[in-house]
């Protein structure tokens, strides 16, 4: 079946800019998790979601950082003001909720000049 | 934010040879996981680990979750060119909590 699937997968934008990642989870994947991944890093945990509320917003690094999941399925990750340090690729990933295994989609590589 | 100590950082190998890395952590964990990053891509999932103790294999792929459950490390036995890649641990603490910790990775080449 497919996978998780994330748009666009390059974004390159200017500082002080908006700008919104998607997130299509695997059907029927009531959890819904994104992380950012820096250069040579691990990725590190933002948000996770269960059904359409945030379970868990603690990796939110601050306020400019926003995530949705109005309807349950699709995310939609939102960073206000953009700055040069948010450059990193943004990966979703989503699990059934009785299931530990995360499953990742191809990320957004997110680019801030 | 907190990254689970994973070693080596890099490593060069001859195909055919077999290869070991592992990841400790300050912090019990209740699943351990190990992942393949290649290039421009998402990790993709390839042992997971639920018991202390528990040696689990995939394939050439064999992992370990250790008995104090701060620590697991992953085997790839005779190793081909298509192993190249980047390997990350990552660890589930278990509970209500969700959040995936991971290691930096391990970035592996094999030689012809």
């Known amino acids: 079946g497919a996978g998780v699937s994330q748009t666009p997968s390059n974004k390159v934008t200017e500082k002080g800019k908006y700008v919104e990642l998607r997130c299509d989870p695997i059907?029927?994947?009531?959890?819904l998790y994104w992380y950012r991944q820096s250069l040579g890093q691990g990725p590190e945990f933002l948000i996770y979601?269960?059904?359409?509320?945030?379970?868990?917003d603690s990796g939110l690094p601050n306020d400019r950082f926003f995530a949705v999941r109005p309807e349950g399925s699709v995310s939609t990750l939102k960073i206000q003001r953009t700055e040069r340090g948010d450059s990193a690729v943004y990966l979703c990933?989503?699990?059934?909720?009785?299931?530990?295994?995360?499953?990742f989609g191809p990320g957004t590589r997110l680019l801030v000049l | 934010g907190q990254q689970l100590n994973q070693s080596p950082q890099s490593m060069f190998i001859q195909e055919g040879e077999d290869v070991s890395m592992n990841c400790t952590s300050s912090?019990?964990?209740?699943?351990w996981l190990w992942y393949k990053q290649d290039p421009g891509e998402g990790p993709v999932l390839l042992i997971a680990?639920?018991?202390?103790?528990e040696l689990t294999s995939n394939g050439r792929l064999t992992a370990q979750f250790g008995i104090t459950r701060k620590d697991s490390f992953l085997n790839i036995s005779a190793s081909i060119p298509s192993d190249v890649g980047i390997y990350f641990c990552?660890?589930?603490?278990?509970?209500?909590?969700?959040?995936?910790?991971f290691g930096s990775g391990t970035q592996l080449t094999v030689l012809p």
């Open positions: 990933a989503s699990s059934l909720l009785s299931q530990e295994t995360q499953y």
């Open positions: 059907s029927g994947h009531t959890a």
């Open positions: 979601f269960q059904g359409t509320g945030a379970a868990d």
């Open positions: 912090s019990i964990f209740n699943t």
């Open positions: 680990l639920y018991k202390a103790g």
């Open positions: 990552a660890g589930l603490p278990g509970g209500s909590a969700r959040q995936l910790t």
